[in-house]
């Protein structure tokens, strides 16, 4: 049973720092792009930044130059160090891997949870 569990979200002011990670446990072949995704309250959930599994990262234009996306591969876990923080990068926060269980096998994508980052003073 493959799972992926966030951790590092909480209440934090206007300017302040997190750091979130993402670990994906379980049989595992191979894991692909990585990626964290967020969803406000009423609002559709977004992009926030990938990573593949040689180091290539995209942001949003929202996070560029404030937010940091990682990954150890030895331990299948992602990071993504958030500074400068805002109201508005108030949500919801969900990892995703694309992974394979088997060589040979196809690639799913898998979440999880997803932790709680909220920004106010």
């Known amino acids: 049973q493959v799972q992926l569990v966030e951790s590092g979200g909480g209440l934090v002011q206007p300017g302040g720092s997190l750091r979130l990670s993402c670990a994906a446990s379980?049989?595992?072949?191979?894991?692909?792009?990585m990626g964290w995704y967020r969803q406000a309250p009423g609002k559709q959930r977004e992009l926030v930044a990938t990573i593949t599994n040689a180091g290539n990262t995209n942001y949003a234009d929202s996070v560029k130059g404030r937010f940091t996306i990682s990954r150890d591969n030895a331990k299948n876990t992602m990071y993504l160090q958030m500074n400068s923080l805002k109201p508005e990068d108030t949500a919801v926060y969900s990892c995703?891997?694309?992974?394979?269980?088997?060589?040979?096998?196809?690639?799913?994508?898998?979440w999880g949870q997803g932790t709680q980052v909220t920004v106010s003073s």
């Open positions: 379980g049989s595992i072949f191979s894991i692909y792009t």
């Open positions: 995703n891997a694309d992974l394979r269980l088997r060589p040979g096998d196809h690639t799913y994508r898998y």
